[in-house]
């Protein structure tokens, strides 16, 4: 671990960023240029103290997971990311294989997106970054690990939760989509990677996923009309769209509904309500 070169990087790259490019508000006027050191630590989810002894040169070794919530809260680069694991002791993330560094063009697009559901993907469906409104739709899965993460997975391997934001006539057209959507990904990622490893798990405890991956369907389907459903609010019908990069590791999904439908009235409510249920009536 390098602390100078650890220290200097993070030091620049915070005064690079303003505010408004991390969908921040700009607040009271400012004495020094870029973000705050409490600022960047918000956005990291840690702790200010943390974060200014790296700043210091003074903190722990960071692990990996903070290194990507640091990479995420400066908006870096897939090289800038990348320089940031190395002087910090680490390995680089592989980037064919997927890892935690999320595109920075897609996080800008996202941070502008507060009054509807909005999350980044990735090609094995992990969500690796959601805005409120989705999290109060899906709930927040960015905390799991392993092939947990994989929304593919987990929709094969925990039906009864997976499935319930769905209705049960869509299940079928579900099914075909993630595995087509994993066939895609296993299609440009090879089958020694985390893609075929998702591929082996599923072949062995699912018969639903083996029968459908023996069918070939190769395909992302994300854009399309769909209906959503939420334990307080009910059935929420959506458009969704998708944003992909250029190498389509990553996908900005966001799902909307026309102006003055019930499902956009449905919307705004879950953008009220947030993660919080409904109080129970007396």
């Not at 600022?39 to 790296?54: G, I, N």
């Not at 395909?219 to 334990?231: A, N, W």
Request: one cysteine or more.
């Amino acid at each position: 671990m390098n602390r100078d070169d650890l220290a200097d990087f993070l030091v620049r790259r915070r005064s690079g960023l303003q505010p408004a490019d991390v969908g921040l508000s700009p607040g009271a006027r400012r004495r020094t240029a870029g973000l705050r050191r409490e600022e960047v630590a918000q956005l990291a989810a840690m702790s200010t103290d943390y974060y200014t002894r790296l700043e210091q040169r003074r903190g722990p070794q960071p692990s990996t997971q903070m290194l990507a919530s640091l990479a995420r809260a400066l908006r870096l680069t897939a090289d800038e990311s990348a320089y940031l694991y190395r002087v910090a002791g680490h390995d680089a993330p592989d980037r064919v294989g997927g890892g935690d560094h999320i595109a920075p063009g897609l996080l800008r697009v996202l941070d502008r997106l507060t009054d509807t559901p909005a999350l980044i993907l990735s090609a094995l469906g992990e969500t690796l970054v959601q805005n409120d409104p989705a999290r109060a739709l899906f709930g927040d899965v960015t905390h799991l690990t392993g092939l947990e993460r994989s929304g593919i997975y987990r929709w094969f391997t925990h039906p009864e939760q997976e499935r319930a934001h769905y209705p049960a006539d869509d299940h079928d057209r579900q099914s075909r989509a993630q595995v087509a959507s994993l066939r895609a990904a296993y299609g440009s990622m090879g089958p020694r990677s985390r893609a075929g490893e998702l591929v082996q798990v599923l072949s062995r405890t699912s018969p639903e996923f083996a029968q459908l991956w023996a069918a070939h369907e190769v395909g992302r389907r994300f854009e399309d009309h769909k209906v959503l459903l939420h334990p307080e609010i009910g059935p929420i019908e959506v458009d969704c769209q998708a944003l992909f990069t250029e190498d389509e590791s990553q996908v900005l999904l966001v799902l909307t509904a026309p102006p003055g439908t019930d499902a956009a009235s449905r919307l705004a409510l879950l953008t009220v309500l947030g993660t919080q249920a409904f109080a129970p009536e007396h």
